[in-house]
């Protein structure tokens, strides 16, 4: 929860920052509003019910069976998660735009202009998170827990 936050921050950042000018434009505004109401949706996910810095006192013998073999010290598992929140939550802003055009009435193409080039950006990242854990071949473990079978499979179909 707390990086999927820190993501949608990042990008209401980089809206402002993009659109700093067109303040006055009614339909900006309704974007910043949607934006911002998405941040607030889960900052009080965060306050309330994920409550991420409370501690956990499992009752005895509540040990599980632990990681899954394939996710265990495998380098690329640190960069799967940023990247596929990064794809996940950048479709908040085309989501906002969507929102204002639908709300201020302007549906022609000046928004989905306004926003194709995040589109794009959220939309090539999100299946970059999924090639880059099933690396095929560069994976030590590639065949431990599946077979070669799903290792060959899955190396094809991230090279396109």
């Not at 640190?78 to 479709?91: D, E, T």
């Not at 302007?106 to 999100?126: K, P």
Request: aromatic share 12%.
């Amino acid at each position: 929860m707390l990086l999927w936050v820190l993501v949608l921050c990042g990008y209401v950042v980089a809206v402002v920052v993009k659109f700093r000018n067109d303040g006055d434009d009614p339909m900006m505004q309704w974007v910043m509003l949607t934006l911002f109401v998405v941040c607030a949706f889960f900052f009080l996910l965060m306050v309330g019910p994920s409550a991420p810095f409370t501690s956990f006192d499992p009752p005895a013998g509540y040990d599980g069976p632990g990681p899954n073999p394939l996710l265990q010290n495998h380098i690329l598992m640190a960069f799967h998660p940023p990247i596929l929140y990064l794809g996940y939550v950048g479709f908040t802003v085309p989501f906002a735009f969507a929102i204002a055009a639908l709300v201020t009435g302007r549906v022609g193409e000046g928004w989905l202009v306004a926003t194709r080039r995040w589109t794009v950006l959220a939309w090539g990242i999100s299946p970059s998170a999924s090639c880059s854990v099933r690396g095929g071949a560069t994976r030590p473990s590639a065949g431990a827990a599946t077979g070669p079978g799903i290792r060959s499979r899955a190396r094809r179909s991230c090279r396109g």
